[in-house]
């Protein structure tokens, strides 16, 4: 005859109080509790579901450099030299596998010139959300920096308090 000791009592209580705890749970409720649970935690892990509902930057989104350059040429009047520069920046970035910094583009020139126009050529070859991605950022000098008394103030917030 076995006789319980000390540990087999508890464990015993343990588990009768373990079955009564798992009645109180509604099967359906819990049921869907881990299925939902199951579901986000694939979505959030699973990168090709998630990048389908959610802007990502993968290195799958190829530049067309041909119909950049077509595109650039059949809409930019007078800026040959800009086209070129452009386009040697862009394959050439997306070239590196990988680049230690972000893509900048500096545009200059007159009002009127296009510098925008060809920021919102270029953005729309890069991102299928063009310039409302969250991986592009254009900064116009007379909105962003206004006040000329302030470069000082500007460059330094630009630069970091340590540069």
């Known amino acids: ?3 319980g000791g000390r540990l087999g009592r508890g464990a015993a209580l343990g588990l009768l109080l373990a ?3 798992v009645a109180a749970f509604e099967p359906i409720s819990v049921g869907i509790a881990i ?3 199951s579901a986000l935690t694939g979505y959030l892990s699973y990168t090709d579901l998630y990048c389908r509902f959610a802007e990502c930057c993968r290195e799958e989104q190829r ?4 119909a950049l350059k077509l595109e650039l040429e059949e809409k930019l009047f007078g800026q040959h ?6 386009l040697k920046a862009l394959t050439g970035f997306k070239n590196n596998k990988n ?3 972000p893509l900048t583009l500096s545009l200059h020139g007159w009002a009127g010139t296009g510098k925008n126009f060809v920021s ?3 953005a729309e070859n890069l991102h299928s959300k063009g310039l409302k991605s969250n991986f592009v950022h254009l900064f116009v000098s007379t909105l ?3 006040h000329e008394q302030q470069i000082k103030l500007y460059q330094q917030c630009w630069r970091g308090p340590h540069n």
């Open 120 to 122: 919102q050529i270029v």
């Open 144 to 146: 962003h920096f206004p």
């Open 63 to 66: 530049l067309n450099a041909s």
């Open 1 to 3: 005859m076995w006789r």
């Open 81 to 86: 030299l800009a086209t070129e520069v452009i």
């Open 35 to 37: 299925g939902a649970a």
């Open 19 to 21: 079955v009564h705890g």
């Open 99 to 101: 680049p230690k910094k």
